[in-house]
């Protein structure tokens, strides 16, 4: 008995290993599949308490108008503290979050710990928050906004909304009625990632987005001139459609004068600054001339 439960597991973690990598594939069982699962199956029940645990936090990093060396706002990074792991990466715990479900919650603390902090911050500096696909799914979602803005008393204009271009796949109808919805309380939409997708250029049609951000895949080949030349047409593309237009992932001072040249002075990455918690943001902002509005 004790060996077919053995055989039935082993079937089972290949079984999963194969459908995590796509259609018409199979793959054989290996012991580094248990201890992968395993890992897994601890992050998983680490995670369902690290909200009630206050394990987690956010993390900031600015975003620079270079033309004016300000600081228009930051964007929220969510980082997880794991009280053995140290620091684990949004990369390997959102999905996670995701598949079980605690994103909803997750999401919701963001929205109100990120418009919360920002209210201490210069009138002229905005807070940017991602949005998960899966919160779309939630009905709650323009409550939860409405919410965070109305307990910290930040105002609206002052929250931006990220969303990638991967969420307009899924269901357009419904996500174009809740991106409308979030607009109407006043706040700022944004397309992160730009240019990843399939069908960039149909989504702008469809919903009259803030700003849009290069992403920084595009950034990082600035040397070769087939990047220039998508970057120039998508910096030319926001500001016929009255967009602004920001480049994410922006590491050195050649890229920076790469996109000067081309008309783009938004930046964000680590040439300016990386994601630093919350006490470090006034340090960035008193080293930037913000300007407040009266």
């Given at each position: 008995a004790v060996a077919g439960e053995l055989f039935l597991k082993s079937a089972d973690l290949a079984l999963y290993r194969a459908k995590s990598e796509g259609r018409g594939t199979y793959r054989f069982f290996e012991a580094e599949m248990d201890a992968l699962h395993q890992a897994r199956r601890n992050l998983e029940?680490?995670?369902?308490?690290?909200?009630?645990?206050?394990?987690?936090?956010?993390?900031?990093?600015?975003?620079?108008?270079?033309?004016?060396?300000?600081?228009s706002g930051f964007e929220a990074l969510l980082r997880w503290n794991h009280p053995q792991r140290g620091i684990v990466s949004p990369l390997e715990f959102i999905p996670v979050a995701e598949e079980l479900g605690l994103i909803k919650n997750i999401g919701r603390w963001v929205l109100h710990q990120a418009c919360a902090e920002a209210a201490g911050w210069p009138e002229a500096v905005k807070i940017a928050v991602n949005l998960s696909s899966i919160q779309?799914?939630?009905?709650?979602?323009?409550?939860?906004?409405?919410?965070?803005?109305?307990?910290s008393g930040l105002a609206p204009d002052r929250l931006e909304l990220e969303i990638t271009e991967s969420l307009l796949l899924q269901d357009n109808a419904s996500v174009l009625a809740t991106l409308h919805q979030l607009r109407k309380l006043g706040v700022s939409i944004s397309m992160d990632d730009f240019g990843t997708g399939y069908s960039s250029l149909s989504y702008l049609q469809k919903f009259p987005f803030d700003k849009i951000k290069?992403?920084?895949?595009?950034?990082?080949?600035l040397?070769?001139?087939?990047?220039?030349?998508?970057?120039?047409?998508?910096i030319s593309l926001g500001k016929s459609l009255g967009m602004s237009v920001l480049a994410e992932g922006v590491e050195t001072a050649e890229q920076l004068k790469v996109l000067q040249?081309?008309?783009?002075?938004?930046?964000?990455?680590?040439?300016?600054?990386?994601?630093?918690?919350?006490?470090?943001?006034?340090?960035?902002?008193?080293?930037y001339c913000v300007t407040t509005t009266a």
């Open positions: 029940v680490a995670l369902r308490v690290a909200l009630d645990r206050g394990e987690l936090e956010l993390f900031y990093q600015p975003l620079v108008n270079t033309a004016h060396h300000e600081i779309f799914r939630n009905h709650d979602l323009v409550a939860d906004v409405a919410s965070a803005l109305k307990t290069i992403d920084q895949s595009f950034i990082q080949r040397a070769e001139q087939d990047s220039v030349s998508i970057v120039r047409a998508v040249a081309e008309g783009c002075w938004d930046i964000q990455g680590y040439l300016v600054s990386p994601p630093k918690p919350a006490l470090d943001t006034m340090g960035l902002i008193d080293r």
